[in-house]
């Protein structure tokens, strides 16, 4: 089936570690978006790619890296200077934007990653 | 002042109740707007996407844009169980440029459906 996997689901990390979340997708997507869910606050974009080799800071970006070196992958590193990193991550893709579906975005189910 | 409010609710409504979930936004450029819809630690899922001024219909649901108000509604008609969780409106200027991909969402909605 096709579709936007993440992994892990849950992941504890402890202060001052760098953790790697994954996401895969098998859609033929070209671009790529990490978001962080809080409770309240809706969901923030962290970095996104328009193509391989190329990405985007979003609005919350300090604290974290990517990099897109494969079409289909689009890996989120939480390093040890994001100061609050317990939250719901969560990755989405989409097709090149049209007007017939505008920029929709498809998402992952989550990851959660709490810090311990 | 956020670019997008929601009513965070929650909203709870007996089973078959017409609900109403609405968003109001404060940038004019914004003409795509959608509806997600997010089950309990599951990610979002597409529910409805609009361009521009008007309604749009799909089965149960039906979504109305009113540009010169800067207010999006969602309807759910003959609501249900299973129609419980959070509801998050999205929207965005343009397809290109520094807007690419940088959808503004609101908080979300919190609804329940009781039968």
């Known amino acids: 089936d096709g579709g936007i996997t993440q992994s892990p689901k849950y992941l504890f990390r402890k202060e001052g570690q760098n953790v790697t979340l994954s996401c895969e997708q098998n859609l033929n997507h070209d671009a790529m978006y990490w978001y962080r869910q809080d409770p309240g606050q809706g969901l923030r974009l962290i970095y996104y790619?328009?193509?391989?080799?190329?990405?985007q800071k979003g609005d919350i970006a300090e604290g974290y890296s990517v990099s897109r070196e494969k079409k289909e992958s689009f890996p989120l590193t939480v390093t040890s200077a994001q100061k609050n990193p317990t939250a719901f991550y969560l990755c989405?893709?989409?097709?090149?934007?049209?007007?017939?579906?505008?920029?929709?975005?498809?998402f992952g189910e989550g990851s959660w990653l709490t810090v311990v | 002042q956020k670019e997008v409010e929601q009513d965070p609710g929650p909203l709870s409504v007996p089973e078959g109740a017409i609900v109403s979930l609405n968003c109001t936004y404060s940038?004019?450029?914004?003409?795509?707007f959608m509806w997600y819809r997010q089950y309990s630690r599951k990610g979002p899922e597409l529910l409805m996407y609009t361009y521009s001024s008007g309604n749009k219909e799909d089965g149960r649901f039906t979504a109305q844009v009113d540009k010169s108000s800067k207010y999006i509604s969602l309807f759910i008609r003959d609501s249900q169980p299973s129609d419980s969780a959070t509801y998050l409106c999205?929207?965005?200027?343009?397809?290109?440029?520094?807007?690419?991909?940088?959808?503004?969402f609101g908080q979300g909605t919190i609804l329940t459906v009781h039968p």
């Open positions: 940038n004019s450029a914004f003409q795509y």
């Open positions: 999205a929207m965005s200027a343009s397809l290109g440029g520094t807007s690419y991909g940088k959808l503004t």
């Open positions: 989405a893709s989409s097709l090149t934007p049209g007007r017939s579906s505008g920029n929709t975005i498809y």
């Open positions: 790619s328009q193509i391989v080799n190329d990405f």
